[in-house]
């Protein structure tokens, strides 16, 4: 049974940082690609960023690039998204996925079938 479990999120001022963090189990870790989402109020899940099963590729959405960066430790089975400089428009749940297919590096959300119970980031003006 796959599971992932974010945490570091919380109630910041625009211009902080933070740092998520998602563990995994229940699946061969370093096999699979690993992404951060998030939905806000009222809008749609969009893929914030990924990274791909040796953490040398990644994707940013354009308006985290240069903000945010993610990482992972494949023998801890951990990813994290250190968040800097964060603003208003920030404020989301956060998700954790893991799609179905190892090696797949995507940005499709439909292609990702592990999802975690998502952490509230909150950045008030």
């Known amino acids: 049974q796959v599971q992932l479990v974010e945490s570091g999120g919380g109630l910041v001022q625009a211009g902080d940082s933070l740092r998520l963090s998602c563990a995994a189990s229940g699946i061969t870790f370093s096999n699979y690609a690993m992404a951060w989402f998030r939905q806000a109020p009222g809008k749609e899940r969009e893929c914030v960023a990924v990274?791909?099963?040796?953490?040398?590729?990644?994707y940013y959405t354009d308006s985290v690039k240069g903000r945010f960066t993610i990482s992972r430790d494949n023998v801890k089975k951990t990813v994290s998204l250190q968040m800097d400089s964060l603003i208003p428009e920030d404020t989301a749940v956060y998700y954790c996925?893991?799609?179905?297919?190892?090696?797949?590096?995507?940005?499709?959300?439909?292609?990702?079938?592990?999802w975690g119970q998502g952490t509230q980031v909150t950045v008030s003006s």
């Open positions: 990274i791909n099963w040796s953490g040398d590729n990644t």
């Open positions: 996925a893991a799609p179905k297919e190892a090696l797949l590096f995507t940005v499709v959300i439909g292609r990702y079938t592990y």
